[in-house]
Protein backbone atom coordinates (compact mmCIF):
# COMPACT_ATOMS: atom_id res chain seq x y z
CA UNK A 1 0.00 0.00 0.00
CA UNK A 2 1.51 3.59 -0.96
CA UNK A 3 0.09 6.98 0.43
CA UNK A 4 1.53 9.80 -0.40
CA UNK A 5 1.01 12.56 2.21
CA UNK A 6 1.72 16.15 3.04
CA UNK A 7 0.62 19.27 4.72
CA UNK A 8 -2.97 19.35 6.04
CA UNK A 9 -3.46 15.86 4.63
CA UNK A 10 -1.72 14.83 8.00
CA UNK A 11 -3.88 16.74 10.24
CA UNK A 12 -6.91 15.70 8.10
CA UNK A 13 -7.64 11.79 8.18
CA UNK A 14 -4.73 10.42 7.60
CA UNK A 15 -4.22 8.14 11.47
CA UNK A 16 -7.83 6.92 10.21
CA UNK A 17 -7.10 6.30 7.26
CA UNK A 18 -3.93 3.89 7.93
CA UNK A 19 -5.82 2.68 11.29
CA UNK A 20 -8.56 1.26 8.34
CA UNK A 21 -5.76 -0.37 6.53
CA UNK A 22 -3.57 -1.83 9.35
CA UNK A 23 -6.62 -3.36 10.82
CA UNK A 24 -7.65 -5.48 7.65
CA UNK A 25 -7.95 -9.10 8.39
CA UNK A 26 -5.00 -9.82 5.98
CA UNK A 27 -1.29 -8.63 6.25
CA UNK A 28 -0.53 -5.45 4.75
CA UNK A 29 2.86 -3.44 4.00
CA UNK A 30 2.37 0.27 3.98
CA UNK A 31 4.89 2.41 2.69
CA UNK A 32 3.81 6.33 3.22
CA UNK A 33 5.93 9.02 1.45
CA UNK A 34 6.11 12.03 3.25
CA UNK A 35 6.07 14.54 0.12
CA UNK A 36 7.94 17.11 2.27
CA UNK A 37 5.39 18.00 4.57
CA UNK A 38 5.44 21.28 6.52
CA UNK A 39 3.26 19.24 9.36
CA UNK A 40 5.01 16.67 11.17
CA UNK A 41 4.01 12.95 10.57
CA UNK A 42 3.11 11.39 14.05
CA UNK A 43 4.96 7.53 15.09
CA UNK A 44 4.56 5.33 12.50
CA UNK A 45 5.55 1.94 14.13
CA UNK A 46 5.89 -0.99 11.69
CA UNK A 47 5.58 1.34 8.75
CA UNK A 48 7.96 2.38 5.88
CA UNK A 49 8.10 5.77 5.67
CA UNK A 50 9.98 7.67 2.29
CA UNK A 51 10.86 11.60 2.49
CA UNK A 52 11.10 13.64 -0.80
CA UNK A 53 13.81 16.32 0.48
CA UNK A 54 11.25 18.92 -1.87
CA UNK A 55 7.59 18.83 -2.48
CA UNK A 56 6.72 16.90 -5.75
CA UNK A 57 4.33 15.73 -7.86
CA UNK A 58 1.61 13.70 -6.75
CA UNK A 59 2.38 10.78 -9.41
CA UNK A 60 6.12 11.45 -8.64
CA UNK A 61 5.65 11.20 -4.83
CA UNK A 62 3.47 7.71 -5.98
CA UNK A 63 5.81 6.48 -8.08
CA UNK A 64 8.53 6.60 -5.56
CA UNK A 65 6.63 4.48 -3.13
CA UNK A 66 6.04 1.56 -6.06
CA UNK A 67 9.88 1.83 -6.61
CA UNK A 68 9.95 0.66 -3.18
CA UNK A 69 7.43 -2.15 -3.24
CA UNK A 70 8.73 -5.51 -2.69
CA UNK A 71 5.20 -7.48 -2.91
CA UNK A 72 3.50 -9.06 -5.96
CA UNK A 73 0.56 -6.45 -5.49
CA UNK A 74 0.34 -3.04 -4.88
CA UNK A 75 -2.50 -0.38 -3.96
CA UNK A 76 -2.24 3.48 -4.25
CA UNK A 77 -4.59 5.25 -1.10
CA UNK A 78 -5.03 8.94 -0.85
CA UNK A 79 -4.35 9.98 2.48
CA UNK A 80 -8.15 10.22 3.37
CA UNK A 81 -9.03 7.01 2.03
CA UNK A 82 -10.91 4.83 4.62
CA UNK A 83 -10.77 1.11 3.45
CA UNK A 84 -14.23 -0.76 4.91
CA UNK A 85 -13.29 -4.23 6.47
CA UNK A 86 -12.38 -7.13 4.44
CA UNK A 87 -11.99 -4.73 1.30
CA UNK A 88 -8.10 -6.16 0.61
CA UNK A 89 -9.19 -9.90 1.19
CA UNK A 90 -11.48 -9.05 -1.57
CA UNK A 91 -9.24 -7.77 -3.87
CA UNK A 92 -7.25 -10.17 -3.48
CA UNK A 93 -9.39 -13.02 -4.39
CA UNK A 94 -10.90 -10.97 -7.20
CA UNK A 95 -7.48 -10.35 -8.72
CA UNK A 96 -6.61 -14.32 -8.57
CA UNK A 97 -9.92 -15.59 -10.19
CA UNK A 98 -8.90 -15.52 -13.72
CA UNK A 99 -5.19 -15.80 -14.70
CA UNK A 100 -3.45 -13.10 -16.31
CA UNK A 101 -6.07 -10.33 -14.89
CA UNK A 102 -3.87 -7.35 -13.98
CA UNK A 103 -5.86 -4.86 -11.72
CA UNK A 104 -9.19 -5.66 -9.65
CA UNK A 105 -11.40 -2.59 -8.11
CA UNK A 106 -14.35 -1.87 -5.70
CA UNK A 107 -17.39 0.50 -5.20
CA UNK A 108 -16.75 3.56 -3.16
CA UNK A 109 -19.13 4.80 -0.69
CA UNK A 110 -19.80 8.99 -0.75
CA UNK A 111 -19.01 9.98 2.90
CA UNK A 112 -21.51 12.83 2.67
CA UNK A 113 -24.26 10.52 1.99
CA UNK A 114 -23.26 7.04 3.24
CA UNK A 115 -24.55 5.64 -0.30
CA UNK A 116 -22.30 3.99 -3.42
CA UNK A 117 -20.94 6.91 -5.22
CA UNK A 118 -22.20 7.52 -8.68
CA UNK A 119 -18.45 6.81 -9.76
CA UNK A 120 -17.40 4.39 -11.12
CA UNK A 121 -20.41 3.77 -13.19
CA UNK A 122 -22.06 0.23 -12.39
CA UNK A 123 -21.98 -0.47 -15.97
CA UNK A 124 -18.20 -1.41 -16.10
CA UNK A 125 -18.24 -4.85 -14.69
CA UNK A 126 -19.92 -5.57 -17.76
CA UNK A 127 -17.43 -4.09 -19.98
CA UNK A 128 -14.23 -5.67 -18.10
CA UNK A 129 -15.62 -8.67 -20.13
CA UNK A 130 -14.57 -7.21 -23.10
CA UNK A 131 -10.93 -5.75 -22.37
CA UNK A 132 -9.86 -3.88 -25.26
CA UNK A 133 -13.17 -2.20 -25.76
CA UNK A 134 -12.74 -1.54 -21.94
CA UNK A 135 -8.86 0.63 -22.51
CA UNK A 136 -10.52 2.24 -25.12
CA UNK A 137 -13.07 4.13 -23.79
CA UNK A 138 -11.06 4.19 -20.49
CA UNK A 139 -8.51 6.27 -22.56
CA UNK A 140 -11.17 8.58 -23.79
CA UNK A 141 -12.94 9.28 -20.51
CA UNK A 142 -11.63 7.71 -16.83
CA UNK A 143 -14.17 4.91 -16.05
CA UNK A 144 -12.14 2.77 -13.82
CA UNK A 145 -10.26 3.56 -10.89
CA UNK A 146 -6.42 3.31 -9.77
CA UNK A 147 -6.69 5.01 -6.47
CA UNK A 148 -8.77 3.64 -3.67
CA UNK A 149 -9.61 0.02 -3.22
CA UNK A 150 -8.03 -1.05 -6.41
CA UNK A 151 -5.35 -3.87 -6.73
CA UNK A 152 -2.75 -3.95 -9.26
CA UNK A 153 0.05 -5.92 -10.11
CA UNK A 154 3.22 -4.32 -9.48
CA UNK A 155 5.61 -5.41 -12.13
CA UNK A 156 2.48 -4.40 -14.69
CA UNK A 157 2.47 -1.22 -13.00
CA UNK A 158 6.15 -0.43 -13.50
CA UNK A 159 6.60 -1.93 -16.74
CA UNK A 160 3.82 0.98 -17.47
CA UNK A 161 5.77 3.39 -15.82
CA UNK A 162 4.03 3.84 -13.55
CA UNK A 163 2.25 7.03 -12.42
CA UNK A 164 2.43 10.22 -14.77
CA UNK A 165 4.75 12.61 -12.89
CA UNK A 166 1.99 15.54 -12.47
CA UNK A 167 -0.45 16.23 -10.25
CA UNK A 168 -3.39 16.01 -13.06
CA UNK A 169 -3.81 13.23 -14.64
CA UNK A 170 -1.29 11.32 -12.46
CA UNK A 171 -3.14 7.99 -12.00
CA UNK A 172 -5.08 8.09 -15.39
CA UNK A 173 -1.79 8.24 -17.19
CA UNK A 174 -1.35 4.43 -15.01
CA UNK A 175 -5.02 3.30 -15.47
CA UNK A 176 -4.57 4.32 -19.05
CA UNK A 177 -1.54 1.86 -19.92
CA UNK A 178 -2.59 -0.73 -17.42
CA UNK A 179 -6.05 -1.47 -19.02
CA UNK A 180 -4.39 -2.30 -22.37
CA UNK A 181 -2.02 -5.00 -20.34
CA UNK A 182 -4.74 -7.42 -19.87
CA UNK A 183 -7.95 -7.73 -18.22
CA UNK A 184 -9.47 -5.85 -14.88
CA UNK A 185 -11.97 -7.05 -12.92
CA UNK A 186 -14.67 -5.15 -10.85
CA UNK A 187 -17.03 -5.69 -7.94
CA UNK A 188 -20.06 -3.36 -6.64
CA UNK A 189 -19.14 -4.65 -3.15
CA UNK A 190 -18.00 -1.35 -1.77
CA UNK A 191 -14.39 -1.16 -0.67
CA UNK A 192 -14.02 2.46 0.51
CA UNK A 193 -15.03 5.60 1.70
CA UNK A 194 -14.49 8.25 -0.17
CA UNK A 195 -14.48 12.16 0.28
CA UNK A 196 -14.50 14.58 -1.46
CA UNK A 197 -13.31 18.14 -0.64
CA UNK A 198 -12.51 21.44 -1.80
CA UNK A 199 -9.13 22.11 -2.78
CA UNK A 200 -8.37 18.73 -3.76
CA UNK A 201 -6.69 17.65 -6.89
CA UNK A 202 -9.91 16.38 -8.31
CA UNK A 203 -11.73 19.62 -7.29
CA UNK A 204 -8.50 21.50 -8.08
CA UNK A 205 -8.36 20.17 -11.88
CA UNK A 206 -12.03 19.79 -12.95
CA UNK A 207 -12.59 22.95 -14.96
CA UNK A 208 -12.45 21.91 -18.70
CA UNK A 209 -9.28 22.95 -19.44
CA UNK A 210 -7.93 20.96 -16.47
CA UNK A 211 -9.76 17.68 -18.03
CA UNK A 212 -7.92 18.64 -21.32
CA UNK A 213 -4.37 19.01 -19.71
CA UNK A 214 -5.34 15.14 -18.13
CA UNK A 215 -6.38 14.04 -21.41
CA UNK A 216 -2.95 15.27 -23.59
CA UNK A 217 -1.06 13.71 -20.64
CA UNK A 218 -2.83 10.20 -21.18
CA UNK A 219 -2.08 10.51 -24.86
CA UNK A 220 1.79 11.20 -24.13
CA UNK A 221 1.81 8.05 -21.72
CA UNK A 222 -0.11 6.08 -24.80
CA UNK A 223 2.43 7.76 -27.09
CA UNK A 224 5.24 6.14 -25.06
CA UNK A 225 4.09 2.92 -23.75
CA UNK A 226 5.56 0.36 -26.22
CA UNK A 227 4.19 -2.45 -24.48
CA UNK A 228 0.85 -1.95 -25.64
CA UNK A 229 -0.59 -2.37 -29.08
CA UNK A 230 0.79 -2.32 -32.08
CA UNK A 231 -2.24 0.01 -33.64
CA UNK A 232 -2.34 2.14 -30.75
CA UNK A 233 0.19 4.65 -31.48
CA UNK A 234 -1.93 5.34 -34.93
CA UNK A 235 -5.26 5.50 -32.49
CA UNK A 236 -4.45 8.53 -30.82
CA UNK A 237 -5.19 11.22 -33.07
CA UNK A 238 -8.88 9.22 -33.07
CA UNK A 239 -8.55 9.14 -29.18
CA UNK A 240 -7.96 12.80 -28.90
CA UNK A 241 -10.93 13.38 -31.02
CA UNK A 242 -13.21 11.18 -28.80
CA UNK A 243 -11.85 13.02 -25.63
CA UNK A 244 -13.26 16.35 -26.83
CA UNK A 245 -16.69 14.94 -27.80
CA UNK A 246 -16.54 13.42 -24.37
CA UNK A 247 -15.93 16.69 -22.77
CA UNK A 248 -18.53 18.22 -24.90
CA UNK A 249 -20.74 15.95 -23.65
CA UNK A 250 -19.89 16.24 -20.13
CA UNK A 251 -20.20 19.83 -20.17
CA UNK A 252 -23.63 19.72 -22.19
CA UNK A 253 -24.81 17.03 -20.08
CA UNK A 254 -23.58 18.78 -16.78
CA UNK A 255 -25.76 22.35 -18.41
CA UNK A 256 -28.76 20.20 -19.02
CA UNK A 257 -29.12 18.89 -15.15
CA UNK A 258 -28.77 22.31 -13.66
CA UNK A 259 -31.67 24.06 -16.20
CA UNK A 260 -33.59 20.95 -15.24
CA UNK A 261 -33.08 21.74 -11.42
CA UNK A 262 -33.76 25.74 -11.49
CA UNK A 263 -36.99 24.59 -13.59
CA UNK A 264 -37.69 22.01 -10.62
CA UNK A 265 -37.35 24.43 -8.17
CA UNK A 266 -39.76 26.92 -9.48
CA UNK A 267 -41.97 24.59 -10.28
CA UNK A 268 -42.24 24.06 -6.73
CA UNK A 269 -42.26 27.83 -5.76
Request: charged share 20%.
Amino acid sequence: MVIPVWDHYVKLRFEQALASITTQNVPVAVIVVDNASHAPLPELPGITVLHTPTRVSLGAARNLGLAHVETETVMFADADDLMLPGTIARLQAGLRSVPGMVAFAAAFVDADTGKRHRWPRPWIARLTRVPTLMALINAIWAIYPITGPVLVRTAVAREVGGHGDVDNGDARCLGAALLFRGRVGWTEEPGCTYHQRLGSNLDRFNSPRGILESAHTVRARLATDFGGPVWLARALPLIAVAQWCALSAHLLMGSLRRVAGIRAAAAER
